[in-house]
């Protein structure tokens, strides 16, 4: 057995095209996600998976709209549309992705009040999902991330996951961003900062 995971970021029905919060193209994805999967030794999923009046959705708020900010006790949120709610077909994964082999799915965005882009802590940035202590446990160390969206909850599992002590890289042909007010910029440049391969 290795030391190496492929960590799947959030390969749901909602961020590909026709769903809730489409990132461009996010659907191109899956074959070579699929061959991803196929050579790794370990793969682990995310799933966004929130509750109908989840606080990071434009609907939970008077007189906002989907990519508007607020101020959350954590610090600055995006609002988004509806998506991936717990249960629905949005919050499914891809009905062509390969998921069979993988070994965990981490569920994460469950709690209304915070958001979690991260697959590593919640956007409070203090609130453990379990991942860390999960791969630690096991031995995993090696990290290749892929999936959607590049410049969110990929680039800020990550980051984070750097910050953790794992090594990490992200294979950016499977990977598609939503690049919002420049964010595509600006996360790869955090990346490049906080360590992470860019493959
Ligand atoms: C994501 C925005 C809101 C993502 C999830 O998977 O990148 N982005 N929820
Ligand atoms: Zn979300």
């Not at 009040?113 to 409070?124: G, T, W």
């Not at 031995?139 to 599992?157: E, K, N």
């Not at 990550?158 to 690049?179: P, S, T």
Request: hydrophobic share 40%; with cysteine.
């Amino acid at each position: 057995m290795t030391s190496e995971a492929l960590i799947v970021i959030d390969l749901q029905n909602d961020f590909c095209p026709g769903g809730a919060l489409a990132v461009q193209d996010g659907d191109a994805i899956v074959p070579l996600v699929n061959t991803l999967i196929t050579e790794a030794d370990h793969v682990v999923l995310t799933q966004d998976w929130h509750p109908a009046d989840h606080s990071s959705f434009a609907s939970s708020h008077e007189d906002k709209a989907p990519y508007d900010t607020i101020q959350m006790p954590y610090g600055p949120q995006t609002l988004w549309p509806d998506h991936c709610i717990q249960g629905s077909e949005g919050a499914g994964f891809h009905a062509d992705l390969d998921w069979t082999n993988a070994e965990l799915v981490i569920r994460k965005g469950f709690r209304a009040s915070v958001d979690s882009y991260s697959a590593f802590f919640e956007n409070d940035h203090t609130t453990p999902t379990g991942l860390a202590g999960y791969l630690r446990e096991r031995g995993l160390t090696t990290l290749t991330l892929c999936g959607l969206a590049t410049d969110f909850c990929v680039a800020y599992s990550a980051i984070d996951a750097v910050k953790q002590g794992f090594a990490v890289r992200v294979r950016l042909d499977a990977c598609r961003g939503i690049d919002l007010s420049g964010s595509m910029a600006f996360m790869m440049d955090e990346m490049r900062g906080a360590g992470v391969v860019l493959a």
